[in-house]
């Protein structure tokens, strides 16, 4: 009894407070971490809900088609409709590499512009003009994806479809790789843009005055200093960038050109990602062509997963950002 008593005493003393402003810093704490667990919690919500329909294509009979074999699944280099073709020969492995592949290129094109306008904007454009500059690239970040895939639709096809047509190579409409990693490298440009820009301004001013001091031009002291100096925070904004470039879905879906079989490596052949996969049949409501394009979520993200680590992992190895 004397036990249970000392337990309330100290726990009645842990709850007091000696001014009303300590009780409303403890309820601001508690709202934060109420706020915190919500957030948080969604993430699990997520992965239980696509993971619950997603194994569903491996353990049932799927109205008679057949389980689907996973190995043939992660490793299948054709996709098949089941509800059009009555079959579970549904290959990913072929998407996994358009995706990987398509995503890389977006991001050699991308990060160098990006870097570059950013530094442009930061370092080396008169004030009124960078002002000018930082509006565009930020109108640019908020424009919806469906926009730029209508853009890329409309315009990047035509002159995807006449690049092919002097090089002399067949282009179905300008449906092609070469077509999907334009639309995405424009998508996530801003993107880099903006964040390297941040990283750029946050360098110390001293390294740069130190720079100059030391006999270095302004362009040797931009590109050898500055840019070395930020070098984590524009691999942070090539972190968030390839993110997004995995992770999108409807610009993708029409100008990809939705292949069925692959991997598709050629610039003028039509692909396939993920995401434009699982958007493709989503269409259906129940069944196997249903329940399979959760299958496929949960192959992106595996792969958005490893991919953030082994990026971070990089990030940490190459440094700090130097901030004023």
Do not use: H
Request: charged fraction near 15%.
């Amino acid at each position: 009894m004397k036990k249970n008593e000392s337990l309330f005493m100290n726990l009645k003393k842990s709850l007091s407070f000696n001014s009303k402003k300590e009780f409303v810093d403890f309820l601001v704490r508690v709202f934060f971490l109420i706020c915190t667990i919500i957030s948080a919690s969604f993430i699990f919500i997520i992965i239980f809900f696509i993971a619950r329909e997603g194994i569903k294509p491996f353990v049932t009979d799927n109205d008679g088609i057949g389980r689907v074999n996973i190995i043939r699944f992660l490793m299948g280099t054709t996709w098949l409709e089941g509800t059009v073709f009555r079959s579970n020969l549904y290959g990913v492995g072929f998407i996994i590499v358009n995706t990987v592949y398509i995503t890389l290129l977006a991001l050699l094109i991308a990060m160098p512009v990006g870097v570059l306008t950013a530094l442009f904007i930061a370092k080396i454009a008169p004030k009124k003009l960078s002002e000018i500059l930082r509006t565009t690239v930020e109108l640019l970040a908020a424009i919806p994806s469906i926009v730029y895939g209508l853009f890329g639709s409309g315009v990047i096809l035509k002159i995807v479809y006449d690049l092919a047509k002097v090089f002399g190579v067949q282009s179905p409409g300008g449906n092609s790789v070469l077509a999907t990693v334009l639309v995405l490298a424009l998508m996530i440009l801003p993107t880099i843009t903006a964040l390297s820009e941040v990283a750029i301004r946050s360098v110390r001013s001293d390294i740069e005055k130190g720079s100059l001091a030391l006999g270095a031009t302004k362009t040797q002291t931009n590109f050898k200093v500055v840019l070395t100096s930020a070098k984590s925070g524009i691999f942070t904004a090539a972190i968030l960038g390839t993110g997004r470039a995995l992770g999108e879905a409807t610009a993708v879906y029409l100008v990809a050109g939705n292949a069925r079989s692959g991997p598709s490596l050629g610039l003028f052949q039509t692909t396939s990602t993920l995401t434009s996969t699982m958007l493709q049949g989503l269409k259906e409501t129940i069944g196997i062509d249903y329940d399979i394009r959760f299958s496929v979520g949960i192959v992106l993200m595996i792969i958005i997963l490893l991919t953030n680590t082994i990026l971070n992992f990089v990030k940490r190895r190459i440094g700090k950002v130097d901030v004023k």
